[in-house]
């Protein structure tokens, strides 16, 4: 009898979660449409432990939740406008500092003069071996690799397929203030000092 009771409670329960659920979507959808039940302004209430309400799920990959400013994915080099003038000056800083030993840089040289240019030659990451520890953009003292947001990576092919060059790591810098505000800000602040 009390197994009985316990279990009707707890699916009583269930269903006061699950009717809940489309009360708070018609809430949302009557501020502003579909997009915003997982809008910015909506998760935190939605996925607070005291004021949420109802079982949510998000429709991966038709949706998406936001990700935080402070997210790490895995690096990219920016350039300011130039997609061949990229910031790095291939001071080699970031490969000595990654601990799994996942970046490769080549130092550019003059064809005709044979000396050392500020640039990259080759700059290579093995995306399936970084750890998106962050350790490369904190250190490289030019601000020119950033953690990018990505995380939809997986591929088919193994082998070299993670082994991203120059192209394929390579970002704008209007990117980088799109994901990274606050930092992008600090960075321009600092800059005018
Ligand atoms: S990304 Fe930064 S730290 Fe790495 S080689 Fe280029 S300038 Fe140096
Ligand atoms: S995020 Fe960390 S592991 Fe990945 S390349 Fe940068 S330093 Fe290396």
């Known amino acids: 009898m009390q197994t009985g009771l316990s279990f009707l409670k707890s699916f009583g ?21 579909f997009g915003m039940r997982y809008s910015a302004e909506a998760l935190p209430t939605r ?7 109802g079982i949510f799920v998000v429709q991966y990959p ?4 936001p990700l935080p400013e402070r997210y790490r994915g895995f690096p990219m080099l920016l350039y300011d ?4 003038q990229l910031r790095c000056v291939a001071c080699g800083m970031c490969a000595r500092v990654c601990p799994p030993q996942c970046i490769w840089i080549e130092r550019a040289t003059d064809p005709e003069t044979g ?3 500020r640039a990259p030659a080759s700059f290579h ?12 953009a904190e250190f490289c003292p030019f601000d ?3 953690m990018d947001n990505n995380y939809e990576i997986a591929l088919f092919q193994g ?30 602040a600092s800059k005018k000092k």
């Open 81 to 84: 406008e130039d997609p061949a």
């Open 47 to 53: 996925q607070s432990p005291t004021e949420g309400r």
């Open 62 to 65: 038709k949706e998406r939740l």
């Open 13 to 33: 329960v269930t269903m006061r979660r699950f009717f809940e659920s489309y009360v708070d979507d018609a809430k949302w959808f009557f501020k502003g449409g």
């Open 115 to 117: 000396k050392a240019l």
């Open 144 to 146: 020119a690799i950033k």
């Open 159 to 188: 082998g070299d397929a993670f082994l991203f060059d120059k192209e394929k790591l390579s970002r704008p810098t209007s990117h980088h203030a799109e994901i990274h505000p606050t930092a992008y800000a600090e960075e321009l």
């Open 125 to 136: 990451i093995d995306i399936g071996i970084c750890m998106s520890c962050g350790f490369c």
